[in-house]
């Protein structure tokens, strides 16, 4: 079986007076049985809101941010209830929105230079994305079912306002997932679910000594800890003529693991450069039960 599509779309906006075409294509074939292959391959655009292009950081007019995003993935069917999938990808982008001139930083030769929070918006940012993604899924109606999988990623930044590449501010280079159901008896369920990602960047200039935090030369070097959770689940349903109702008990982050993430950049000494960026917690084991009625 061969499947082929392309194509070709026509976007404007009026408010920046600009024209984009976004081209796509993919193609996908089956060159032995219970194997499929598939590619594709596209050109994006994404404008900016009204909000930010009437705003007043907007000092010069905003060009839509633009990406080429190419696709190639196999899946195996390694028997009627398994199923194995590789994909792989590379994005490039371009004309990225930005306040470039809004983070505290440090230049080469010690001196301080302070955040401006009147900093301009512009399209100052450009940079790629790449990785590849393994995906084991089995199903079954009666027995195990469930899915793994595990994602590499890099994502890189080069500001040319700034004259510095780091990495993205939602970069993760390693992300693990895990699923599991087991249906107990017929109307019986339990389930568990496992997620793992390793720290994305605190996004600004940030190092850190003895002492606490301190501004840096270059961004986003500095990493948040690692996301861990572990949520189970047990469902009970009745099944009646006209409706059913699921009775569930579930527990969130049932190993109770700190997650914190960055809040917002706080103050800094201007001196010293000593700074004290906020965080918070998410949630900690959070049990639950209720009530699902399907009519």
Excluded: C
Excluded at 45 to 50: G, K, M, T, V
Aim: aromatic content about 12%.
């Amino acid at each position: 079986m061969l499947f082929r599509s392309a194509g070709l779309r026509q976007d404007a906006h009026s408010a920046s007076n600009v024209q984009t075409t976004s081209p796509y294509a993919n193609v996908s074939f089956v060159p032995w049985n219970n194997t499929r292959v598939h590619f594709d391959w596209g050109q994006y655009a994404q404008f900016p809101e009204l909000s930010q292009i009437y705003s007043v950081y907007a000092r010069t007019p905003l060009l839509p941010e633009r990406a080429t995003h190419f696709e190639a993935a196999v899946e195996q069917r390694l028997d009627e209830r398994t199923r194995l999938r590789v994909e792989l990808y590379d994005r490039q982008d371009r004309d990225l929105l930005a306040f470039p001139l809004l983070d505290a930083r440090i230049l080469p030769n010690g001196s301080v230079i302070n955040a401006i929070a009147s900093a301009p918006l512009r399209n100052s940012q450009r940079g790629y994305s790449r990785g590849f993604q393994v995906f084991l899924q089995r199903r079954s109606a009666n027995g195990f079912t469930g899915w793994i999988s595990y994602a590499y990623g890099k994502t890189m930044i080069t500001d040319g306002d700034l004259g510095t590449r780091f990495p993205s501010d939602y970069d993760q280079p390693h992300t693990f997932n895990a699923y599991l159901s087991r249906r107990l008896r017929p109307t019986i369920n339990i389930s568990g679910h496992l997620t793992y990602g390793s720290g994305m960047p605190l996004p600004g200039f940030y190092l850190r000594d003895s002492g606490g935090y301190v501004i840096a030369t270059t961004r986003n070097q500095l990493r948040a800890p690692a996301y861990q959770r572990t949520d189970i689940r047990l469902n009970k349903a009745y099944t009646h003529k006209q409706n059913k109702t699921t009775l569930f008990a579930e527990i969130v982050n049932i190993t109770n693991h700190n997650n914190r993430d960055f809040d917002s950049p706080g103050p800094y000494d201007q001196v010293t450069g000593r700074t004290f960026p906020k965080f918070f917690s998410m949630f900690p084991i959070l049990p639950s039960v209720g009530v699902v009625m399907e009519f």
